[in-house]
């Protein structure tokens, strides 16, 4: 499978990436609808910064990933391409998949009701290459076989 | 695989996540095989963390949410079920699991999966009236929620997980509820001082009556529960009391089968039992613990699922072994989140680190080191990197370089030294 791979000597820590993150991830994926947005889609990478250091940073999809098998209602699966989504319909916000993900890349939104969702980068499945490889203007993030 | 001409006969007591994470590594590695799950609950499997949010409403019991699985499980994987039966003994000389309605099944490799089951005080008097307990599985679940119809005051004994949440999603459905510890913190086994003050304050404002450092004795009334009388004293009215003080690994059929139990089913690192193709795994084993250098039972889902999976591929032919594991809880209570991990209280032979800059926001971090190596955290209200130090304690990483930075509200990869975050992308 392809995976994204970080550059962190060519990151500008301009943050596009998770601009065309929130955007893709947006109903109509307009970047002005997604900014007018109520309760705007969470980036589901992050730019780290502490310079000179900076790299924007995302879930590496794990071969055997800790936060899939901690899962209490097997709300986390492996897609076709081999990427560990969220079912965000069942997600119930117990953390318990933060509590085992070795990157700290799973973030909580509790904006939308009783059960809080854990979010994180799906690769963007519509996409031939995700947003956030694509927006990146320096070479910093590259969509690559896993090797 | 087959013998001679017949298909592997896989037997899994227990329909939950070590049972059924086994029975989903078997199928991937033997196609043929013949797989059985023998549960003593009716019951689809389902996500007891979400029993209390069942007794509130959030979650009904035909929800998506609600189940381990999704509904096709069982038919996708050509599991045969054989719910609301007990496996009574396994007989190894005979391969053969007797259920309690006298049926023998064959099997060549077996897997107790049998959780866990509430622990009950010894001597608690007057415990058997109406109106008294348990919520570990959906049956006590079903039980309770037709008590609370005519109930208004209760008692829920025992400030752990289990207690903790409950009492507070009761309090904030409209009943009157006092939580009684005997310990002087609740959630005592995953939190220390501080951070179980912040969730005891949350309790409270919940509306929660909570009272550490003292226990229930007796419980009142003739043929119902009117009331419980604890060790100091002191007299609560209530219309019923819930026992949470624990749970203790559920041997009996192992006991019965001659298998050797210590605190939990003791197993091998490819979870087998002493004896020969039975296997056990999840709540019911005992586990070597990395941190506390001792074997007991951990049980939460994240190691029963792996060792469910660990015993999976052993039984169908693929070595695999468990390394050890150790404590880890997540749970919100009120507002708060919090993550722990290994040692919450700090040994005299450990170093600590932590920040409580931010308490009064509910958010609080500790780390505990010994010789470079972690051996403990909390992480609450902030938790996303949480995940990072429970893989270090996975990999005994050295963090002697960074120990001070991990409890930093901004701790992520650039806490790292380039060579660790090299290592670690790679490792995907």
């Keep these: 499978m392809k995976l994204v791979y970080i550059k962190e000597d060519a990151c500008v820590e301009c943050k596009l990436c998770e601009l065309a993150c929130y955007v893709e991830h947006s109903p109509t994926k307009d970047i002005l609808d997604a900014y007018e947005m109520e309760i705007r889609p969470m980036p589901r990478c992050e730019v780290d910064v502490e310079l000179p250091y900076s790299a924007s940073i995302m879930c590496r999809h794990c071969i055997d990933a800790p936060c899939l098998t901690a899962c209490q209602n097997g709300s986390i699966y492996k897609d076709e391409r081999g990427a560990v989504i969220v079912n965000e319909k069942t997600c119930v916000g117990c953390w318990m998949c933060i509590m085992m993900c070795s990157y700290g890349v799973i973030k909580r939104d509790t904006r939308h009701g009783y059960f809080g969702i854990s979010t994180k980068c799906d690769l963007c499945p519509e996409r031939e290459t995700p947003a956030c490889v694509d927006s990146c203007p320096n070479g910093a993030l590259l969509y690559d076989d896993r090797g | ?428």
């Design chain 2, 1 to 428: 695989m087959m013998i001679g001409d017949r298909n592997m006969r896989y037997i899994v007591i227990g329909n939950s996540v070590a049972g059924l994470s086994a029975c989903e590594t078997i199928r991937n590695n033997d196609k043929s095989a013949d797989i059985t799950v023998i549960a003593d609950e009716p019951f689809f499997a389902y996500s007891r963390p979400l029993l209390s949010d069942y007794i509130t409403g959030h979650v009904k019991i035909e929800d998506d949410r609600f189940h381990y699985r999704r509904d096709s499980f069982y038919d996708d994987l050509r599991i045969e079920k054989k719910f609301g039966k007990r496996a009574r003994q396994i007989v190894a000389k005979s391969k053969k699991v007797l259920l309690d309605n006298s049926e023998a099944v064959e099997y060549d490799k077996c897997l107790i999966a049998t959780g866990g089951v509430p622990f009950v005080p010894p001597n608690l008097k007057n415990s058997s009236v109406e109106g008294v307990h348990f919520f570990t599985n959906l049956t006590y679940a079903l039980e309770l929620e037709k008590a609370l119809k005519k109930a208004k005051k209760i008692v829920v004994v025992g400030a752990g997980l289990i207690g903790a949440k409950l009492a507070e999603k009761l309090s904030l459905y409209g009943f009157d509820v006092s939580i009684v510890e005997l310990t002087n913190k609740i959630l005592g086994l995953a939190l220390d001082g501080p951070s179980s003050s912040l969730v005891a304050a949350q309790m409270s404002k919940a509306g929660v009556n909570v009272i550490t450092e003292d226990s229930v004795n007796e419980i009142l009334g003739t043929t119902k529960c009117e009331g419980v009388v604890l060790a100091s004293g002191k007299k609560i009215e209530c219309d019923l009391t819930i026992m949470a003080i624990g749970v203790k690994p559920n041997t009996s059929v192992a006991k019965e089968s001659g298998i050797a139990v210590n605190r939990g089913i003791a197993v091998s690192e490819t979870m087998q039992t002493s004896v020969k193709d039975i296997y056990a795994a999840g709540d019911v084993v005992e586990l070597h613990d990395t941190v506390f250098q001792m074997n007991h039972p951990i049980p939460v889902i994240p190691w029963a699922a792996v060792c469910g999976r660990i015993a999976g591929e052993n039984m169908s032919g693929i070595y695999k072994s468990f390394n050890g594991g150790f404590p880890v809880n997540s749970i919100s209570i009120g507002d708060i989140s919090f993550v722990s991990m290994g040692y919450v209280e700090t040994p005299d032979d450990c170093r600590q680190y932590i920040n409580d800059k931010r308490i009064d926001e509910g958010i609080y971090r500790k780390v505990i080191v010994k010789d470079g190596i972690i051996k403990g955290a909390i992480f609450m209200g902030d938790i996303e990197r949480a995940g990072m130090i429970s893989a270090m304690i996975k990999d005994n990483t050295d963090v002697s370089a960074f120990a001070e930075r991990i409890v930093e509200n901004d701790f992520w990869w650039h806490s790292l030294d380039r060579t660790l975050r090299e290592k670690l992308t790679r490792r995907a």
